[in-house]
């Protein structure tokens, strides 16, 4: 093994932690958006990449959600349980929130690994 | 003249049967006909043994050869790309007198994966699979440097018998 060999390695180990590291090629924020269902029909969509914030009226009450970052959460809401509002930011295929006092459920649809699992099947 | 033929003859040969073997080994990475690049290990040899243009034509054979044999269409663009990708990257490092079988390797290990994710995205139309090229990356570094362990010690071999 000669000295160039080690360059070559360590260089392209560096370039592949790099890429890890800088989440350059990260995936999430890339068409993904969030889709509002009150009472099982589709409401509203919002782009993930697009930082907003709304107001949704569900049944018997509203909640406030915020995009940003490429995540949606709800961060208020007048529902008793709050359990909607308690739940982390989410930004991946198949993830939802859910506020059942209001009947209103968020998805995230073509989120991170959706076109992956799409090939599998 | 028939001794290159021999030559053509037993690295496309040994060009399937690495095909057939990659075929089984399983990729950490969700996406089918992404292979490790074992085969690779007959177009280093083949760099050295008979020469880069001849290792060139292997490459083309033994992709598609173990296209129609062990994969489908999909596979062929996969590996077609991934071949010259990494014939590409290790003409360039072959060329470097600092660098062994090893250097050349490992470069076209790393190359042929990113060849692939590369084509995976134009096929899927969406860049999302590129945040798998470091992993990729990585393990293509891991299979490069035993590929040009195993081929160094080949071509060892092969030149002693040739004294
Ligand atoms: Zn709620």
């Known amino acids: ?121 | 003249m028939a001794k290159k033929t021999a030559y053509y003859g037993i690295f496309a040969a040994l060009a399937i049967l690495m095909g057939y073997v990659e075929a089984v080994i399983p990729m950490p990475v969700p996406i089918p006909g992404i292979k490790i690049g074992l085969s690779n290990i007959v177009v280093v040899l083949c760099m050295y043994v008979m020469g880069t243009k001849e290792a060139f034509y292997i490459s083309i054979v033994r992709v598609v050869i173990s296209a129609l044999l062990f994969r489908g269409f999909v596979g062929l663009w996969y590996s077609l790309s991934g071949a010259f990708l990494s014939y590409g990257a290790m003409l360039a490092v072959h060329r470097l007198k600092d660098a062994s079988i090893i250097g050349v390797s490992v470069t076209g290990g790393v190359f042929h994966n990113i060849g692939q994710i590369i084509v995976a995205c134009i096929i899927l139309g969406r860049n999302v699979v590129l945040y798998l090229i470091p992993i990729l990356m990585v393990s293509g570094v891991a299979a490069g440097f035993a590929i040009g362990l195993v081929s160094k010690y080949c071509l060892n071999y092969l030149e002693k018998k040739r004294e």
């Open chain 1, 1 to 121: 093994m000669k000295k160039l060999d080690f360059i070559i390695i360590a260089v392209l180990l560096v370039c592949a932690g790099g890429l890890y590291f800088s989440g350059f090629l990260r995936p999430g924020d890339e068409g993904a958006y969030a889709v509002v269902y009150v009472d099982g029909e589709e409401v509203k969509r919002y782009d993930l990449s697009q930082n907003t914030e709304d107001t949704i009226t569900g049944i018997n009450g509203t909640n406030q959600i915020k995009v940003q970052d490429g995540e949606i959460s709800v961060v208020s809401a007048d529902c008793r349980d709050q359990v909607c509002v308690n739940h982390l930011p989410i930004n991946r295929e198949n993830e939802s929130i859910v506020c059942l006092p209001h009947k209103v459920v968020i998805e995230i649809e073509n989120g991170g690994k959706n076109s992956i699992d799409a090939v599998v099947k």
